[in-house]
């Protein structure tokens, strides 16, 4: 029995030194996969919406912009520019990209330093697993300085780091309402469907710019872990 205990914590101390999941700061990407070709051609949007204007990606409407592909367990590493008012989000877990705000999970980006961000329910801010799980702390950069972000997905975990701090851990299975998170609190009626009966394998997407405000991406890199 004891020899069993050892070798499990043995093979744990290996998984956990060779693969941290998740990562502990933010990750090197030199050998990562770009999330979206130059050209956009692995991309699914509506035309002329999105674009990269020296290595920086923008869209000019509220259009959603998808991976061509559905991704499993994984770690998404980002930069993201806010601009006053700004209300943007990535889109993970997206079984649905024409029904995607009730089958899929968004992680929020938003300008906590402006209305009406600064007022808005604290799921709704930056960080926060929209309408469910509120960052930690506030990390958010302010307008026009560029915020770090590493988003890990594995299996019903989820894992938000912004700008070198471990923000938001969600587990997925404890979300078995429509109505009240865990914690009592209400969740928006358009996320109608429970976070624990989401698929955990799905598109990937970036919404585009709310209102006057626009959001700006670079240096979108990915890596599929097991």
């Known amino acids: 029995m004891k020899s069993c205990i050892v070798i499990c914590m043995l093979s744990l101390f290996i998984f956990c030194t060779s693969e941290s999941v998740p990562p502990q700061d933010h990750p090197d990407t030199t050998e990562w996969t770009n999330l979206f070709a130059e050209d956009l051609d692995n991309a699914v949007f509506p035309d002329t919406v999105w674009r990269f204007e020296e290595g920086i990606l923008t869209a000019s409407e ?48 938003a300008d906590d330093y402006n209305e009406p961000w600064t007022e808005a329910p604290k799921t709704w801010q930056c960080g926060a697993i929209f309408g469910h799980l509120p960052p930690q702390k506030r990390m958010v950069k302010k307008p026009g300085e560029w915020n770090h972000s590493t988003i890990t997905c594995k299996d019903h975990f989820i894992y938000i780091m912004l700008n070198g701090e471990m923000v938001t851990e969600l587990d997925m299975r404890l979300y078995t309402s429509a109505e009240k998170n865990p914690d009592g609190s209400e969740i928006p009626p358009w996320l109608s469907r429970p976070l624990a009966e989401l698929e955990t394998k799905g598109y990937i997407g970036l919404q585009g710019k709310h209102g006057d405000a626009p959001i700006y991406f670079r240096n979108l890199k990915i890596r599929e872990i097991e």
């Not at 520019?81 to 993970?92: A, D, H, W």
């Not at 997206?94 to 999970?105: A, G």
Request: with cysteine; net charge negative.
């Open 62 to 109: 509220d259009q959603v912009i998808w991976t061509d592909k559905m991704y499993d367990n994984f770690i998404l590493d980002l930069e993201f520019k806010n601009s006053e008012g700004t209300n943007s989000g990535v889109i993970v877990y997206c079984s649905d990209r024409d029904n995607w705000i009730p089958n899929s999970v968004e992680i929020q980006i």
